[in-house]
């Protein structure tokens, strides 16, 4: 009887912790969900992954994503752009990427990356943001 009282503590204690763990996971994620939705950009980004990496130079089908803010559009080395995307005069910022996002191939005609685009205004906005970084969106 007394080992059960013993147990059935110390699995409460466990369950505490790992609680404990999680607030304050979610306090981090929150604390930079301020001006932005952090986990709706995360779940959009899946869209992105199978062709685009967030890691420095590390590319596939498609260029890294890597510190896209105020970058001029095909400009990173190591990856084969399209002469449209090069030649575009696009600079990376809110509004250009933003209307890239929302229908790549109308926005820049001819580019070679093969998405639909994304017509959730939220959703688009929140990736926007995170990929740019958030002061871009202050
Ligand atoms: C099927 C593969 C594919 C998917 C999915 C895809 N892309 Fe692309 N993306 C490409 C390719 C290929 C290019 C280069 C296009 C070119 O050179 O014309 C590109 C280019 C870009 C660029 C321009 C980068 C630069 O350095 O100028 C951005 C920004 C971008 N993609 C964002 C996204 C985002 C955000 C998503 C998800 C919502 C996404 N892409 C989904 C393949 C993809």
Known sequence: ??????SRRSKVWTL????MFLLQLLATDMAYADG???ELAKQSFIKCLACHSLDEGKHGVGPSLHDLNNRKAGSVSGFKFSKALRKSGVQWDK????????NP??????NRMAFGGLKNDEERQALVCYLLGESACE
Do not use: G
């Open 36 to 38: 932005l939705n952090l």
């Open 16 to 19: 505490v912790v790992s609680m």
């Open 105 to 110: 191939q109308q926005n820049i005609p001819r």
């Open 1 to 6: 009887m007394k080992f059960r009282m013993t």
């Open 95 to 102: 509004e250009s990427l933003d209307a890239y996002l929302l």
